[in-house]
């Protein structure tokens, strides 16, 4: 009996304290929406929100699916019956009610022709064969000076505060196309980049390549055999197709390979130093982003000089980041020269360097372009840093 009543009353305890809880826990939520403000502080909350969840649809531009699910989130900022998207060529997103009618892209064309935000009224769209279609006011999405789509907002009458809304509208989409388009040549550039560097790769270092092969031919062909090996091996590498990003560990390597290929040219002149953390290899970075670096440092730091050279390659754990720095002792840059270099104003020998410095600030922001100390005579040391924790990329 005492059993069952201490039972009962745990009961009760929990039930009274989870009543607690939820009640606490509504009027937290009410009192953050009063928090919010007057009703049109609220209803500024609500369209920015509501626009927040379109642009997550519209970041490849204008597309069917994007512009499909966007289209839920525009109808209800503009409140109209049905609301039409459209390219320059097509309808993208019919979304309300209504039935779409057939020649409702002879009335985007008009649009997309002029340029200008026109209003359809019922009696107008009757002979054209949209009888009951009530009223349509069509805005033209202008990305620059271009005319790339339209939206449309359907109702029984289009008035004054409609046709302002469905441009302001047209007026957002248009933006975030442009912000697609940008994010596009982005990626266009930074492929262009990558291409540029294996465009300096290929003339320079396959025709000493070759040569060096061709010289072991008669006297060593084990040797010679082996370096084909990994001369395939390393341009199978350098010239692959997929993937914007690798990690530290490939890209090793394939540096690796290249400086074998380089000891055939130079012997015992070309000395190198690894010191290489294992807990920084699996770091993902920009494809070919330390290759040009160690190329840089042979050519400049062992081609100009008649003597050896040395070249020290260290990658450690810096905290959130993996640390790269590729040193030489070689003849060095001047300081004024690297830096308009860098600025893009001069066109030279060390446009390698310039190119893995903006892919890398591109990628990760101005704060992460590379490290350059360096003197005329007193050899260059590289270094950058790569953030460790990169969930976007992609190997």
């Not at 057939?102 to 009335?107: F, R």
């Not at 949209?130 to 789509?149: A, C, E, L, Y």
Request: with cysteine; proline share 4%.
């Amino acid at each position: 009996m005492f059993s069952t009543a201490v039972d009962t009353a745990l009961v009760g305890a929990i039930v009274v304290i989870t009543i607690a809880v939820v009640a606490a826990l509504g009027f937290k939520l009410s009192r953050s929406y009063r928090d919010l403000g007057s009703d049109a502080d609220r209803a500024t909350y609500a369209t920015l929100h509501t626009a927040a969840l379109a642009s997550e649809h519209l970041r490849a531009g204008l597309t069917p699916t994007g512009a499909s699910k966007a289209s839920k989130h525009l109808r209800s900022l503009l409140r109209c019956d049905t609301l039409l998207i459209t390219d320059e060529n097509a309808v993208l997103a019919w979304d309300g009610g209504r039935e779409m009618p057939e020649p409702v892209m002879e009335l985007v064309q008009q649009v997309l022709t002029s340029g200008r935000t026109q209003i359809f009224r019922e009696a107008q769209l009757g002979p054209t064969g949209v009888p009951g279609s009530g009223q349509v006011v069509i805005s033209p999405i202008r990305v620059d000076k271009r005319v790339v789509g339209t939206v449309g907002a359907f109702g029984p009458h289009v008035n004054a505060g409609l046709v302002r809304a469905a441009n302001e509208v047209a007026g957002w989409v248009a933006t975030q196309v442009e912000l697609a388009e940008l994010d596009s040549s982005r990626t266009l550039l930074m492929e262009a980049e990558v291409r540029a560097l294996r465009a300096q790769i290929s003339p320079h270092f396959i025709y000493n390549s070759l040569n060096a092969i061709a010289s072991f031919i008669n006297t060593d062909p084990a040797r010679a055999r082996e370096l084909v090996v990994e001369f395939a091996d390393f341009t199978r590498y350098s010239f692959r197709r997929h993937g914007d990003f690798t990690t530290v560990a490939e890209e090793l390597q394939s540096i690796d390979r290249y400086l074998l290929l380089e000891r055939a040219r130079f012997g015992e002149r070309l000395k190198v130093t690894l010191e290489i953390g294992p807990e920084v290899l699996s770091t993902v970075i920009p494809f070919l982003s330390l290759q040009p670096l160690v190329e840089n440092a042979v050519r400049h730091g062992l081609e100009s000089t008649d003597g050896s050279g040395h070249i020290t390659i260290t990658a450690h754990d810096a905290g959130a980041y993996a640390e790269v720095t590729i040193e030489d002792d070689g003849v060095g840059i001047e300081p004024d020269y690297l830096r308009s270099v860098l600025a893009g104003h001069t066109d030279g020998v060390h446009v390698g360097l310039r190119n893995v410095d903006q892919r890398l600030r591109q990628v990760y922001g101005e704060d992460h372009g590379l490290m350059i100390d360096t003197a005329v005579g007193a050899g260059t040391m590289i270094t950058l840093r790569i953030p460790k924790s990169q969930p976007d990329h992609q190997t």
